[in-house]
C-alpha cells in the first residue's frame, strides 16, 4: 500500500510540475512566440522554458525527494550538485531577459548596454559563487525514513543562500529603479495603453521579485532548520 501510495505521489507531481503548466500556457506560447522573428529574448524565452523540464526531473531525483530509492550518498551529492547548477543557470538566463527588458526601454544606448553587462556579469558572478560555496557545504547521510528518501541532508550553511539571496534583492532593485528612472525620463506623458502595460506589468513583477526574495532572506535567517528552505523555490 505505502509503495503504490508513493508511485501515485511521484506520478502527480511530475504531472502537477512539468505537464500542466506546460499544457494550460502552450498556446499562448505558440501564438506569441513561436510565429515571433529570431531575437534575443526570443532565445532566452526557450532556454528557459525547456530547460526547467530537465531542472524539474533532476529535482525529482534529488535526495529526499520521489526517484532517490537506490543512490548512495555521493550518488545523492551529484544529483544534488546537477539540480542546484540547473537551478543557477535558469536563474541567471531569466534575469538576462529582465535585464534585456530594462536595455530595450531605455532605447539601446550604448552607454546603458555596457552599464548593464558590468553589473549583470559582476551581480551574477557573486551569486554563482555563493551558489558553489553552498554547495560544498552541503553534506548528506543514509536517510532512516523510508523507500524514496534514500538521502537526507545533515548540515549546509544557510548564510551563503541568503548572501546570494542579498546580492539578487539588490540587482531586482537596481532594475526597477531604473525602470522608473526610464518612465519618468523618456515615457512619461506619453498616451500609450502598450507603454502603460509594460510599465505596469514589469514594475509589479519586480516588485513581487524583491518581496520575495526579501521573504527569503528573513527566513533563512531566523527560521529553524527545517523551514529555512520553505521559499526557496
Same mark, same amino acid.
Given at each position: 500500500?505505502?509503495?503504490?501510495? /508513493?508511485? &501515485? ?5 511530475? $504531472? *502537477? ?5 506546460? !499544457?494550460? @500556457? ?7 512566440? $513561436?510565429?515571433?522573428?529570431?531575437? !534575443? ?17 533532476? +529535482?525529482?531525483?534529488?535526495?529526499? @525527494? ?12 551529484? $544529483?544534488?550538485?546537477?539540480? +542546484? ?7 541567471? @538566463? ?26 549583470? !556579469? ?5 551569486? +554563482? ?5 553552498? !554547495?560544498?557545504?552541503?553534506?548528506? @547521510? ?5 523507500? #524514496? ?7 549546509? *550553511? #544557510?548564510?551563503?543562500?541568503? +548572501? ?5 534583492? #539588490? ?17 512619461? #506623458? ?6 502603460? &502595460? ?21 527566513? *533563512? $535567517? ?8 520553505? /521559499?526557496?523555490?
Amino acid at each position: 500500500m505505502a509503495e503504490s501510495s /508513493l508511485a &501515485a505521489f511521484k506520478a502527480q507531481a511530475i $504531472w *502537477n510540475y512539468a505537464v500542466v503548466d506546460y !499544457i494550460q @500556457t502552450l498556446p499562448d506560447e505558440v501564438r506569441h512566440m $513561436w510565429t515571433a522573428p529570431l531575437s !534575443i529574448p526570443k532565445l532566452l524565452f526557450i532556454v528557459v522554458r525547456y530547460s526547467i523540464f530537465f531542472k524539474v526531473f533532476s +529535482a525529482m531525483v534529488v535526495p529526499g @525527494t520521489f526517484f532517490a530509492d537506490n543512490f548512495s550518498v555521493k550518488g545523492c551529492l551529484r $544529483w544534488f550538485r546537477l539540480t +542546484a547548477a540547473m537551478s543557477l543557470f535558469i536563474m541567471i @538566463t531569466s534575469e538576462a531577459i529582465l535585464f534585456y527588458r530594462v536595455y530595450a526601454f531605455s532605447g539601446r544606448g550604448r552607454r546603458m548596454v555596457v552599464a548593464l553587462a558590468v553589473q549583470f !556579469i559582476v551581480i551574477h558572478a557573486g551569486v +554563482a559563487y555563493f551558489v558553489g560555496a553552498y !554547495i560544498s557545504s552541503v553534506k548528506f @547521510t543514509i536517510s532512516p525514513l523510508p523507500a #524514496g528518501t534514500t538521502c537526507m541532508m545533515i548540515s549546509s *550553511n #544557510g548564510h551563503l543562500l541568503s +548572501a546570494e539571496f542579498a546580492i539578487l534583492l #539588490g540587482s531586482v532593485t537596481i532594475a526597477m529603479l531604473l525602470m522608473v528612472a526610464l518612465l519618468f525620463r523618456k515615457h512619461w #506623458g506619453f498616451d500609450s495603453k502598450l507603454l502603460t &502595460a509594460f510599465y505596469s506589468d514589469g514594475i509589479s513583477y519586480f516588485v513581487c521579485l524583491a518581496v520575495l526574495i526579501s521573504a527569503n532572506v528573513a527566513v *533563512n $535567517w531566523v527560521a529553524q532548520e527545517s523551514y529555512k528552505y520553505i /521559499l526557496i523555490l
